[in-house]
């Protein structure tokens, strides 16, 4: 359980890259900490940009005495990836896929049913 004080799991990540994302171009790690703000330390901030280049999400290059962060790849990817791990081998996939599609509102089924038109188009 998430206390009032305690964030959920991933949420300083997704605060992090949603800054980067959003900027459009490299950003410090005292760019970032004043772009999410939230009173985070600027160690705090640092540890995450280190740790999402370790996981290959972000990339990096020396400035000065640090480094510049950038997204390693852009927000509609990495969310595509996220949906594509989320559907394991050895799962039911078919109760996955229903699951997802039944908790889409009319326009994103709409723009859904569009794309796989085109992809079936495609192939």
């Not at 326009?107 to 859904?112: C, G, H, I, K, R």
């Amino acid at each position: 359980m998430v206390t009032k004080d305690r964030r959920r799991p991933g949420a300083l990540e997704a605060a992090v890259m949603a800054a980067l994302w959003a900027a459009g171009a490299p950003m410090t790690a005292a760019q970032v900490q004043q772009e999410v703000g939230d009173d985070l330390a600027y160690n705090t901030v640092q540890t995450i940009l280190i740790r999402l280049h370790e996981k290959g999400q972000a990339q990096r290059r020396r400035a000065g005495r640090g480094h510049e962060y950038w997204p390693a790849e852009d927000a509609a990817t990495a969310a595509a990836a996220q949906m594509r791990a989320a559907l394991p081998a050895g799962t039911d996939r078919h109760a996955t896929l229903q699951q997802f599609a039944a908790g889409l509102d009319a326009s994103d089924a709409a723009v859904l049913r569009a794309l796989l038109a085109e992809a079936g188009r495609s192939a």
